[in-house]
C-alpha cells in the first residue's frame, strides 16, 4: 500500500496573526528542502491493486485535490466528526463529472449521527456520498486492502471517534487520528507486530486527560504509549507523528527544525531508536510518501 500524507495540521491550521511561521520550512536528512503547509490532517491510501481511499476530508480538501492530483477516489474513511475532518465533503461536487457519485463513505453510528444532525451534511447524502456503516473491530474489505476500526476516546459523543488498522500483502498500518486513548488497548488487534505506525500528536509536552488539551496526544503521551502502552509490546518498524498544533516544542513559533529535532532526541533518549529507522519519516509533512 501506498500513503501520501495531504495534511499536517490541527483544527485551525496555522495563525499569522499570532506570527506562527507559514509555511513551516526545513531539510530532510539528505538536505532536500520541504514545506509543511498545514492543511488540515488527512491522507491518501492507494492500494496494490490500484483502490483509492481518502481517510478524512477536511475544510482544506479542495486545495490537496489539486496539489497532490488526487484524482478519483473509491471510497472514504471518517475518523470522527469535527469540522476540521469532514468540512471538504461539499467538495466532493468537484467529482460530478466524474461519474463516480455517491461514493461510499464510511463512519460509526453515532458519528453519522452527528454528521446530518449537526454537521449539515444530511443535503449531499445519497448525492456526493452513501452511508456507509463502521462497527469497531469490524474488518471491511476496498480491493486488497483490509480495515479494521478501532474505538479512540477524544470525542465528547460516545462511539463517534475510529482509529484504523491497514492490512495488504502481510504488512500492517496503525492510523490514530485523534485521540487522548485507546478504548481496548489490550485488544489482540494490537498485538501482533506493525509496520507503520501514524499517530497524533497534537502538541509537544503535557498528557491529554480527559479534560486537558481537548483530549489531544502529546509527544509525550507519545513516548509512553511506545514504551510501556498499546503500542509497546511489540513496538512498531517505524513511527510517523501528524496533526501538530501550536504547543511545538518551542511554542507558538515552533519550525519543522524544532518539531524535527526534539522528537528525535526525545525518541533516542526514551531507548525508542528502533522505532525510528528512517529519521524523515518520524516528522510528517505534505507530500510524504509511505510505501508499505
Same mark, same amino acid.
Given at each position: 500500500?501506498?500513503?501520501?500524507?495531504?495534511?499536517?495540521?490541527?483544527?485551525?491550521?496555522?495563525?499569522?496573526?499570532?506570527?506562527?511561521?507559514?509555511?513551516?520550512?526545513?531539510?530532510?536528512?539528505?538536505?532536500?528542502?520541504?514545506? /509543511?503547509? +498545514?492543511? +488540515?490532517?488527512?491522507?491518501?491510501?492507494?492500494?496494490?491493486?490500484?483502490? =483509492?481511499?481518502?481517510? *478524512? !476530508?477536511?475544510? *482544506?480538501? #479542495?486545495? %490537496?485535490?489539486?496539489?497532490?492530483?488526487?484524482?478519483?477516489? &473509491?471510497?472514504?474513511?471518517?475518523?470522527?466528526?469535527?469540522?476540521?475532518?469532514?468540512?471538504?465533503?461539499?467538495?466532493? #461536487?468537484?467529482?460530478?463529472?466524474?461519474? !463516480?457519485?455517491?461514493?461510499?463513505?464510511?463512519?460509526? #453510528?453515532?458519528?453519522?449521527?452527528?454528521? =446530518?444532525?449537526?454537521?449539515?451534511?444530511?443535503? /449531499?447524502?445519497?448525492?456526493?456520498?452513501?452511508?456507509?456503516?463502521?462497527?469497531?473491530? %469490524?474488518?471491511?474489505?476496498?480491493?486488497?486492502?483490509?480495515?479494521?476500526?478501532?474505538?479512540?476516546? @477524544? @470525542?465528547? /459523543?460516545?462511539?463517534?471517534?475510529?482509529?484504523?488498522?491497514?492490512?495488504?500483502?502481510?504488512?500492517?498500518?496503525?492510523?490514530?487520528?485523534?485521540? +487522548?486513548?485507546? #478504548? $481496548?488497548?489490550?485488544?489482540?488487534?494490537?498485538?501482533?507486530?506493525?509496520?507503520?505506525? /501514524?499517530?497524533? !500528536?497534537?502538541?509537544?509536552?503535557?498528557?491529554?486527560?480527559?479534560?486537558?488539551?481537548? $483530549?489531544?496526544?502529546?509527544?509525550?503521551?507519545?513516548? %509512553?504509549?511506545?514504551?510501556?502502552?498499546?503500542?509497546?509490546?511489540?513496538?512498531?518498524?517505524?513511527?510517523?507523528?501528524?496533526?501538530?498544533? *501550536?504547543?511545538?516544542?518551542?511554542?507558538?513559533?515552533?519550525?519543522?527544525? &524544532?518539531?524535527?529535532?526534539?522528537?528525535?532526541?526525545?525518541?533516542?533518549? $526514551?531507548?525508542?531508536? &528502533?522505532?525510528?529507522? &528512517?529519521?524523515? +519519516?518520524?516528522?510528517?509533512?505534505?507530500?510524504?510518501?509511505?510505501?508499505?
Amino acid at each position: 500500500m501506498k500513503v501520501t500524507i495531504l495534511g499536517t495540521a490541527n483544527a485551525w491550521g496555522p495563525n499569522p496573526l499570532l506570527n506562527a511561521p507559514w509555511p513551516m520550512t526545513g531539510s530532510l536528512s539528505d538536505g532536500r528542502k520541504i514545506e /509543511i503547509r +498545514r492543511y +488540515r490532517t488527512a491522507f491518501l491510501i492507494e492500494t496494490a491493486d490500484g483502490k =483509492k481511499i481518502l481517510v *478524512d !476530508c477536511g475544510p *482544506d480538501f #479542495s486545495h %490537496q485535490f489539486r496539489e497532490f492530483r488526487i484524482g478519483v477516489i &473509491d471510497a472514504i474513511l471518517v475518523t470522527h466528526p469535527h469540522y476540521d475532518h469532514v468540512g471538504g465533503l461539499h467538495e466532493l #461536487s468537484l467529482y460530478k463529472a466524474t461519474g !463516480c457519485l455517491p461514493m461510499p463513505m464510511y463512519a460509526t #453510528s453515532a458519528a453519522w449521527t452527528h454528521l =446530518k444532525d449537526d454537521l449539515g451534511v444530511s443535503p /449531499i447524502v445519497g448525492k456526493l456520498v452513501t452511508e456507509m456503516p463502521l462497527t469497531f473491530g %469490524q474488518a471491511l474489505k476496498i480491493g486488497s486492502l483490509t480495515i479494521t476500526p478501532f474505538q479512540v476516546e @477524544h @470525542h465528547a /459523543i460516545d462511539g463517534a471517534s475510529a482509529g484504523f488498522v491497514f492490512e495488504e500483502n502481510g504488512r500492517r498500518l496503525l492510523y490514530t487520528g485523534d485521540f +487522548r486513548a485507546v #478504548s $481496548n488497548p489490550d485488544d489482540a488487534l494490537f498485538k501482533q507486530s506493525f509496520d507503520h505506525v /501514524i499517530m497524533e !500528536c497534537d502538541r509537544f509536552y503535557g498528557l491529554a486527560g480527559p479534560g486537558i488539551g481537548g $483530549n489531544h496526544n502529546s509527544f509525550e503521551e507519545a513516548v %509512553q504509549l511506545l514504551t510501556n502502552g498499546v503500542f509497546s509490546a511489540p513496538a512498531p518498524k517505524q513511527v510517523t507523528f501528524v496533526h501538530f498544533g *501550536d504547543h511545538g516544542p518551542k511554542g507558538l513559533g515552533s519550525t519543522y527544525q &524544532d518539531w524535527r529535532e526534539n522528537m528525535l532526541a526525545g525518541l533516542q533518549a $526514551n531507548g525508542l531508536a &528502533d522505532v525510528m529507522p &528512517d529519521a524523515d +519519516r518520524v516528522v510528517a509533512y505534505e507530500g510524504m510518501v509511505i510505501e508499505l
